[in-house]
């Protein structure tokens, strides 16, 4: 009978050291998995900077080139206005010359 406890016990003991070990085993992948997902976590953070950073890059350019824009589209607005007070000067002049003679 003494035999047969110490069996159990050597089979309970063995059994709890292999759970031990199998749970040694997921903790190890747990902070294996955990290590990978916060280096990926940084990449992908320095990837978000970075475009963030690209962004607002081209959102300054858009910006300089929609002042260009309309700095450009004034100076039409000027050049035809001249354009029409010189064709208007000039039927005038026409008008003057054709009842000179």
């Given at each position: 009978m003494l035999l047969l406890a110490m069996i159990l016990s050597f089979?309970?003991?063995a059994l709890c050291i292999f759970l031990y070990q199998k749970m040694q085993q997921r903790v190890q992948t747990?902070?294996?998995?955990?290590?990978?997902?916060?280096?990926k976590t940084a990449h992908l953070e320095q990837h978000l900077s970075q475009t963030l950073s690209l962004i607002q890059d081209?959102?300054?350019?858009m910006q300089q080139q929609q002042h260009i824009?309309?700095?450009q589209a004034t100076r039409l607005q000027q050049l035809e206005q001249q354009h029409?007070?010189?064709?208007?000067?000039?039927?005038?002049?026409?008008?003057?010359?054709?009842?000179?003679?």
């Open positions: 089979t309970a003991l747990t902070e294996t998995a955990l290590e990978h997902a916060t280096q081209m959102t300054q350019k824009q309309t700095q029409a007070q010189l064709v208007e000067l000039m039927t005038q002049l026409v008008k003057a010359q054709q009842k000179a003679p």
